[in-house]
């Protein structure tokens, strides 16, 4: 029986940002015995890649695929974290967000009537990419929303810029947010103990959006609108929610100049794509593949399990050219010149 509330992590961050690379740097890193801490991961595409990266014994992973936890699994997410709190044994649960999670949805999802008494939101930790921001595509209405709600932000990916870039994007982050603290970074790697530290948050200001008041971090208590969450609109269509995901199997090894065509012929709809990929000089090894826009990094996967791993790639952005990308994969396997 759990005498105290479960206590919750939040991470969020626009597409690419790093979110991944900090949980993994952290889990990698901290003195919290890894049976004691679960995991949930979720992803917007129908595959959830970020979870395999994850992978740790005694470490409780638990995944949320096929869609945006603010606006279509939120009913996965509030379950599985009440079947977390059930667990005495668990100390800690960090919850990894779409990149395209609304904060306020999410915040509003983590204070509904069934998790209130069992579970206590810790801290709400924001990656942002600092040589993309504000970040491209359709995503800057999300990620203003994520830096007014993090009480910290991990300024990430700071080697791709030079300092003046990177004290103009801690100045804007601090119009925004001037209560967050701010910690610079790059792949993730940021002391673990600043990330999980139990400490006091500041009292940051009650933000309204179209009537609804939400005291950051909090049960939303004083609040004089109704948290059913039937009421609420999860479809998001004027925000990037309406990107289109979809996985590109790769069952057999390919050539990695095939690969790097392939990659360079690719529609520019295509924000993001991640995924494992075996190439044909080194088919034993399993390669992690990012990339958003122009920035691309291919890794070969530390883990004991790899061979375990479905070969393929994730597709997200705004109207995809599926029939293209797949078109375009032809000449992956097979090893043939990849048509213009």
């Not at 919750?8 to 049976?35: A, E, I, M, R």
């Not at 009537?211 to 950051?216: A, E, L, P, S, T």
């Not at 075996?278 to 034993?284: N, S």
Request: glycine share 6%; charged share 25%.
């Amino acid at each position: 029986m759990r005498k105290q509330p479960l206590p919750l992590l939040l991470l969020t961050g626009f597409l690419g940002s790093g979110k991944t690379s900090t949980l993994q740097h952290w889990l990698s890193n901290t003195d919290v015995p890894l049976k004691r801490v679960a995991v949930i991961i979720n992803d917007f595409g129908e595959v959830n890649v970020d979870a395999a990266l994850l992978q740790r014994r005694q470490l409780e992973l638990r995944s949320i695929t096929g869609g945006c936890v603010c606006c279509q699994s939120f009913d996965d997410l509030v379950e599985q974290v009440a079947r977390l709190a059930e667990n005495p044994d668990l100390d800690l649960v960090w919850i990894e967000t779409s990149g395209l999670a609304d904060p306020e949805e999410v915040l509003d999802h983590l204070s509904s009537a069934t998790l209130q008494d069992i579970t206590r939101l810790r801290r709400m930790i924001l990656v942002i990419d600092a040589s993309d921001f504000p970040c491209s595509w359709r995503g800057r209405a999300v990620q203003e929303e994520q830096i007014r709600y993090a009480d910290l932000i991990l300024l990430n990916k700071i080697d791709r810029v030079d300092e003046p870039a990177r004290l103009r994007v801690e100045s804007k982050l601090r119009q925004l947010n001037p209560q967050a603290d701010i910690m610079a970074g790059h792949h993730g790697i940021v002391p673990p103990a600043k990330l999980s530290a139990d400490v006091p948050r500041a009292a940051h200001a009650i933000h309204v959006h179209d009537g609804n008041c939400h005291d950051d971090h909090e049960h939303h208590e004083g609040c004089d609108h109704d948290h059913d969450h039937e009421r609420h609109d999860h479809h998001h269509d004027d925000l990037p929610h309406s990107a289109a995901t979809f996985f590109l199997p790769l069952n057999e090894p390919v050539e990695r100049g095939a690969f790097q065509r392939f990659l360079g012929a690719l529609p520019v709809s295509v924000f993001r794509a991640k995924g494992f990929v075996r190439f044909a000089d080194a088919p034993a090894q399993v390669h992690t593949f990012q990339q958003v826009r122009e920035q691309a990094e291919l890794l070969v996967l530390p883990l004991d399990d790899a061979p375990a791993v479905a070969t393929g790639l994730v597709f997200i952005g705004p109207q995809l050219d599926e029939a293209r990308i797949r078109e375009l994969a032809r000449g992956l396997q097979a090893g043939h010149a990849l048509s213009s």
